[in-house]
């Protein structure tokens, strides 16, 4: 039975708790996260369009100017619909955490009034990690956990951009270690999945990566682990929060 946490937790007690959120709303999220996987499979279509090399040599009209933009195009689209979506997945989850009673069109109203602050708060984060990596990659990772939580705030605590940002680096700052731990346990569960499932595609059924349906199958594990995903980020961001109270209050305390 989920029980959402007032007290802060090790990581083993955020897993268990993220996967006792993940049983709560995955038949809730069920359509969503299809919709998640179609998504994702659309990322391959571009591939399967240029076909193997041999194929693009032959056939240069593809490389035709008009078709590159008309790809890059498809890419951003595509690329703007899952972001909205996993965000509509963020805030449906965090609702069902809650017990809060919601619908599909009331958290879809929400995320679409928020999604600009959003986006904007997603391109700072990406210009600071790519800043990061400039240096080393190192620096890139180190500045990508910190901000991780930017846009979960904007959509749970309603910040703005920059104070989505300040929230994510303070909370995570002291913690840094242990969110990087947590969010790459479902993220290496997933990765792994995912290799499994390409790798007996290609060599166990022979559906190469130029055809439909191996990004198809390829997304199957998506519609599976992104809800787990957004509960492990939630339940994070829960005890980071929780963790920066408490260390409020203790500086609270020593100056009082």
Same mark, same amino acid.
């Given at each position: 039975?989920?029980?959402?946490?007032?007290?802060?937790?090790? #990581?083993? /007690?955020?897993?268990?708790?993220?996967?006792?959120?993940?049983?709560?709303?995955?038949?809730?999220?069920?359509?969503?996260?299809?919709?998640?996987?179609?998504?994702?499979?659309?990322?391959?279509?571009?591939?399967?369009? *240029?076909?193997?090399?041999?194929?693009? /040599?032959?056939?240069? =009209?593809?490389?035709?100017?008009?078709?590159?933009?008309?790809?890059?195009?498809?890419?951003?689209?595509?690329? !703007? !619909?899952?972001?909205?979506? /996993?965000?509509?997945?963020?805030?449906?989850?965090?609702?069902?955490?809650?017990?809060?009673?919601?619908?599909?069109?009331?958290?879809?109203?929400?995320?679409?009034?928020?999604?600009?602050?959003?986006?904007?708060?997603?391109?700072? =984060?990406?210009?600071?990690?790519?800043?990061?990596?400039?240096?080393?990659? #190192?620096?890139?990772?180190?500045? !990508?956990?910190?901000? *991780? @939580?930017?846009? @979960?705030?904007?959509?749970?605590?309603?910040?703005?951009?920059?104070?989505?940002?300040?929230?994510?680096?303070?909370?995570?700052?002291?913690?840094?270690?242990?969110?990087?731990?947590?969010?790459?346990?479902?993220?290496?569960?997933?990765?792994?999945?995912?290799?499994?499932?390409?790798?007996?595609?290609?060599?166990?059924?022979?559906?190469?990566?130029?055809?439909?349906?191996?990004?198809?199958?390829?997304?199957?594990?998506?519609?599976?682990?992104?809800?787990?995903?957004?509960?492990?980020?939630?339940?994070?961001?829960?005890?980071?929060?929780?963790?920066?109270?408490?260390? !409020?209050?203790? /500086?609270?305390?020593?100056?009082?």
């Amino acid at each position: 039975m989920y029980q959402l946490s007032t007290t802060p937790r090790d #990581i083993v /007690q955020v897993i268990k708790s993220s996967i006792q959120l993940y049983k709560k709303v995955f038949s809730k999220v069920l359509v969503v996260s299809i919709i998640l996987g179609v998504l994702t499979a659309f990322f391959g279509v571009p591939v399967v369009w *240029m076909g193997p090399p041999a194929a693009s /040599q032959a056939a240069p =009209v593809i490389h035709h100017g008009g078709m590159v933009a008309f790809m890059l195009l498809f890419f951003f689209v595509s690329m !703007l !619909l899952t972001t909205y979506v /996993q965000c509509f997945m963020l805030k449906f989850e965090d609702q069902i955490r809650h017990d809060v009673a919601t619908s599909y069109l009331s958290t879809a109203l929400f995320v679409l009034r928020k999604y600009f602050i959003v986006l904007v708060t997603m391109l700072v =984060v990406l210009l600071a990690v790519l800043l990061g990596g400039i240096f080393l990659i #190192i620096p890139g990772i180190f500045v !990508l956990i910190l901000l *991780m @939580f930017a846009w @979960f705030a904007v959509l749970i605590d309603g910040d703005n951009v920059f104070a989505a940002l300040k929230r994510s680096v303070k909370m995570v700052w002291g913690n840094w270690w242990r969110t990087l731990i947590v969010l790459l346990i479902p993220g290496a569960i997933n990765g792994c999945i995912i290799l499994i499932f390409r790798f007996l595609l290609q060599y166990g059924f022979h559906i190469d990566i130029y055809n439909y349906w191996f990004h198809v199958f390829s997304a199957i594990p998506v519609v599976f682990m992104a809800p787990w995903g957004i509960a492990v980020g939630l339940e994070q961001y829960n005890d980071l929060k929780l963790r920066y109270q408490r260390k !409020l209050e203790q /500086q609270s305390a020593k100056s009082a």
